[in-house]
């Protein structure tokens, strides 16, 4: 039984896609809303929260729904499809809202209203399409081997945030922006619409959903043992026995406290770093950059960390690396007054601490349903990670208002150290295998 490269990486495609929006959205989004609209750090906060909010509601909605699906392109496949496409379209409408409000333009389309109604639109879209899109993967691959899946799915997410950061630092450098009332971002904007339209298309004429989901039940099948769940004697459905269902709640707690520390850092850091120290978002996109190459080339090490260690003690190791990464953050950011290559290499570790937990954690909570469910569980998973990502823009924003900016770095240092304590409590999912070699290396070696 081996991974299916090829099919995991084409699979992985819509996954770049949502990680390369996401570095957008939470790198600019911000900067507008406090710069041409004019709103203060915890109205903004609230704005993006706005989408942690409604996809605590969306992601497992269509993750169920799609789990009934069946169509001709498959269950998940319709969803990325549609939902992708909506959204790329609805992505071109945010500079030219934002270019016309600062030109001091009138009309329907100008302000904060058509603003916020477009930006309503587009996470809804996303929504729709990003549970399919990560249960794609644990729908075409084994459960032992959806760590090694997961890890290939990280890489090519990895990949996409570096695309977008990538090209935000050589069209948006310092030299660029400094002194400038206004920027016109309409380049990233258009840019990202077409790098997502390209990558589902490519996903959709290359991955016979149907086909690949249903020679992994066939393997299933002949594997009783890896099912975790017990039958409901009321509904005939699977259910979670009780101890595996502590493990699981414990999972998402710890899921929505390091979210809620890291995603803290990823919306407010642009904003952070211009009252900070004078730096703008080619300078923020320049350390998330080095955060993802972090993250990418770690895999090959992490893979080999986990296949003796286990998907557990990973996810320990991750939680406390990103503690202290963050604790030096706020170290090196209050006491120099530019982003220096201190500040890159502690990012990197950022990135590989990212790593560790990221690979591991969807494994260990799809480890705990059957496979007909793993778009319902891919859906509570991202419940959690948004459940703290709706407490995280607003509180940290009002700290960082009415405390100081430079609390940002110590309330990530906080909620990474306490997803640690719960994860503690974690007994279930950790499933081990023999360290592999060449290519495999690039998983997460343990599943």
């Known amino acids: 039984m081996k991974l299916n490269y090829k099919n995991t990486m084409l699979a992985g495609l819509a996954f770049m896609s949502i990680i390369a929006f996401w570095q957008l959205y939470d790198n600019v989004i911000p900067l507008l809303l406090t710069n041409t609209f004019k709103l203060n750090e915890t109205l903004s906060g609230v704005i993006m929260a706005a989408d942690n909010i409604l996809a605590l509601f969306l992601l497992p909605l269509f993750g169920m729904i799609s789990d009934r699906t069946k169509t001709p392109m498959g269950r998940r496949m319709p969803y990325i499809v549609f939902g992708t496409i909506a959204a790329a379209l609805l992505l071109v409408l945010i500079p030219v809202i934002d270019n016309g409000t600062a030109a001091g333009k009138s009309g329907f389309l100008y302000g904060l209203a058509p603003f916020v109604?477009?930006?309503?639109?587009?996470l809804i879209t996303m929504s729709v399409y990003r549970s399919p899109a990560v249960a794609?993967?644990?729908d075409i691959t084994p459960?032992?081997?959806?760590?090694r899946g997961n890890a290939i799915i990280n890489l090519m997410g990895a990949l996409g945030g570096i695309v977008y950061l990538a090209f935000a630092a050589v069209m948006f450098p310092k030299s660029k922006t400094e002194g400038l009332?206004?920027?016109d971002y309409s380049a990233l904007f258009i840019f990202m619409s077409v790098f997502m339209?390209?990558?589902?298309?490519?996903?959709?004429?290359?991955?016979?959903?149907?086909?690949?989901?249903?020679?992994?039940?066939?393997?299933?099948?002949?594997?009783?043992?890896?099912?975790?769940t017990e039958e409901n004697t009321k509904t005939g459905k699977a259910k979670l026995p009780l101890n595996v269902l502590v493990s699981f709640v414990f999972l998402l707690i710890s899921i929505a406290l390091w979210y809620m520390g890291y995603n803290a850092v990823t919306t407010w850091f642009t904003t952070y770093i211009k009252n900070i120290m004078g730096e703008d978002i080619g300078g923020a996109s320049l350390c998330f950059l080095i955060a993802n190459a972090?993250?990418?080339i770690s895999y090959i090490p992490l893979g080999h960390l986990a296949a003796k260690i286990g998907r557990k003690r990973s996810i320990y190791f991750g939680?406390?690396?990103?503690?202290?990464?963050?604790?030096l953050c706020f170290i090196l950011t209050t006491t120099s007054r530019s982003i220096n290559v201190f500040m890159y290499i502690v990012f990197a570790l950022v990135g590989i601490a990212w790593a560790a937990i990221s690979v591991n954690s969807l494994p260990m909570a799809v480890e705990m349903c059957k496979g007909t469910d793993s778009g319902t569980y891919t859906g509570l998973y991202y419940t959690a990670s948004m459940a703290g990502q709706v407490i995280t823009p607003i509180f940290a924003?009002?700290?960082m208002r009415n405390v100081s900016y430079k609390i940002l770095f110590v309330y990530a240092v906080f909620f990474s150290f306490l997803s640690f304590i719960t994860m503690l409590f974690v007994k279930h999912g950790d499933v081990k295998a023999e360290t592999p070699k060449g290519l495999e290396a690039f998983e997460d070696l343990d599943g």
């Open 117 to 122: 109604i477009v930006l309503g639109l587009i």
């Open 136 to 138: 794609l993967m644990p």
């Open 143 to 147: 459960k032992p081997l959806r760590s």
């Open 181 to 183: 009332e206004h920027v």
């Open 197 to 228: 339209v390209v990558l589902i298309l490519i996903t959709a004429l290359t991955v016979n959903e149907n086909k690949l989901a249903e020679e992994n039940a066939k393997i299933e099948a002949q594997h009783p043992e890896w099912d975790l």
């Open 294 to 296: 972090g993250a990418i």
């Open 319 to 327: 939680t406390l690396l990103l503690t202290f990464s963050f604790g």
């Open 397 to 399: 924003g009002f700290l």
